[in-house]
């Protein structure tokens, strides 16, 4: 099948092959950097968590009292129907479809800035992440920082996470979430 000629040099091809990146790694100075956790944990991903629960709970208090009064409506419109003319109900019908119509794009509308306003905030974040990553890689003359996601097994050495959030924090505190 396959001479001895050719086994031999398929076998030392295999062998390049594995040991070329073995000893390429053995001369690239790596860090691994938990971006999720810094998200989580910097003081500028808490304050974009804590902006984004408050403008919640303001948008969910105003459309919960919205819905309160365009329940009542519905109830008033019901009782009035006996009273009313054909046309006299249609009408007021019409003008409570236009308000629920009214409202539903509202929140839609609120919910869609909302979504671009904390989009926005976490770029921010992590180019601020990006950016202090970048220092202390040259600080440290790392030749290569990936993403703890990318990564299984890590040596404590060489994460650089809290060095990161650290200085992340000292750097940037808070993030403004910009809802228009």
Known sequence: MLSLITKRCLFVLALVCIS??????????????DVEKILTESAAGKSIQQQLKTRRESFQKEFSAREDNLMNAQKTLINQ????????????????????????NL?????????KGLSKS??????????????????????IVLTRDSVVIVEKEIDIT??????LNAKVSNIPLDVK
């Open 20 to 33: 070329a990146p073995m000893a390429l790694a053995q001369n690239v100075n790596i860090a691994v950097v």
């Open 81 to 104: 129907k006996a009273d009313l003319s054909p046309e006299e109900f249609a009408k007021k019908r019409d003008d409570f479809e236009k308000q629920l119509l009214e409202t539903r």
């Open 107 to 115: 929140f839609q509308k609120r919910r869609n800035s909302l979504d």
């Open 122 to 143: 976490l770029s921010d974040l992590r180019k601020n992440i990006i950016q202090v990553s970048a220092e202390v890689s040259n600080e440290k003359n790392y030749q």
């Open 162 to 167: 809290e060095t990161v959030l650290s200085r």
